[in-house]
C-alpha cells in the first residue's frame, strides 16, 4: 500500500510505545482509514476507548508534519494509511495460592500514520 502513496503529497507520524495491545489498537485505527482528517479527529474526540487519545496525538503529529515540513493543505488532508505493529511485551509475574505464579503479559504497540493531500477534496 506504501508503495502507490506519492512521497512529495504524504506526510508521515508514528507512535511508538503505546501502552495497549495491537488488537485494542487497531481497532481505532481501522475507525479513521480513509478518513477525511477533521472527521478523523471527530471520531477520535468523541470515542470511548482510552487508546483513542494516543492515536489522536499521532494523528495532530502527522498533521503538522505535513503543514510544517511539507507545505501541504490541512484542509485537503485525508488519513491514507493507519499500521498497527507489535513493538515488545513486558513479561511480569502474579503470586498465586500454594507457590504457583500467573504470567501477566504486558503488550505495547507501534502505530504509522500517512497522511495524502487529496486533488478535489
Do not use: P, Y
Amino acid at each position: 500500500m506504501a508503495q502507490d502513496l506519492n512521497q512529495d503529497r504524504s506526510a508521515l507520524a508514528q507512535g511508538t510505545l503505546i501502552r495497549s495491545s495491537t488488537r485494542k489498537l487497531n481497532l481505532v485505527a481501522e475507525q479513521i482509514r480513509g478518513m477525511h482528517v477533521t472527521r478523523a479527529l471527530d471520531v477520535l474526540a468523541n470515542s470511548k476507548r482510552r487508546v483513542a487519545k494516543e492515536v489522536r496525538k499521532v494523528l495532530m503529529s502527522a498533521i503538522a508534519n505535513a503543514e510544517n515540513n511539507h507545505n501541504l493543505d490541512v484542509d485537503r488532508l485525508s488519513v491514507a494509511e493507519a499500521c498497527v505493529g507489535r513493538a515488545f511485551v513486558m513479561k511480569r509475574f502474579h503470586a498465586r495460592g500454594r507457590s504457583r505464579s500467573g504470567k501477566i503479559w504486558k503488550e505495547f504497540s507501534k502505530l504509522r500514520l500517512v497522511v495524502t493531500e487529496k486533488e478535489g477534496a
